[in-house]
């Protein structure tokens, strides 16, 4: 068994990133995997500022700022004016960003569980404890 964890992490993140594209243009969403990532933050708390989003999708702002203009663009979301900070926007899911998020949750769901399968859940819970402890070690 290879115990190279850094290079298998690396191979399974880059099949899983292109299956999962592969299965989001199958399902009619074009979007990328980060601008989805900002749709589901947006679904989760609206009204969001660019750092905000940044943060929680772990991208540094000019990559925000490319995703956010691109969903801009189709029509999934929207900048508005911060009331509180007049220097800075908030962004703001459309409907038409909340049914590709609907349509992507629901594809994102169906590949979780093909991850899980095969596993028990004591298995399960280790691979997110390994998981967890590796976002606490390098984040």
């Given at each position: 068994m290879d115990d190279r964890l850094l290079f298998l992490m690396s191979?399974?993140?880059?099949?899983?990133?292109?299956?999962?594209?592969?299965?989001f243009k199958s399902g009619g969403i074009e979007l990328s995997a980060a601008q989805i990532g900002i749709l589901f933050a947006l679904k989760n708390k609206n009204g969001q500022s660019m750092n905000e989003l940044g943060r929680?999708?772990?991208?540094?702002?000019?990559?925000?700022?490319?995703?956010?203009?691109?969903l801009e663009r189709e029509g999934s979301v929207k900048r508005l004016p911060d009331r509180n900070d007049r220097r800075k926007n908030l962004v703001i899911i459309t409907r038409k960003g909340l049914a590709e998020a609907e349509k992507s949750?629901?594809?994102?769901?169906?590949?979780?569980?093909?991850?899980?399968?095969g596993f028990s859940e004591d298995e399960i819970n280790v691979f997110k404890a390994v998981f967890n402890s590796f976002l606490k070690k390098f984040i």
């Open positions: 191979k399974a993140q880059y099949v899983l990133k292109n299956y999962l594209k592969k299965e929680i999708i772990s991208i540094d702002n000019a990559a925000i700022t490319r995703h956010v203009d691109a949750a629901v594809i994102a769901r169906r590949v979780n569980e093909m991850i899980k399968e």
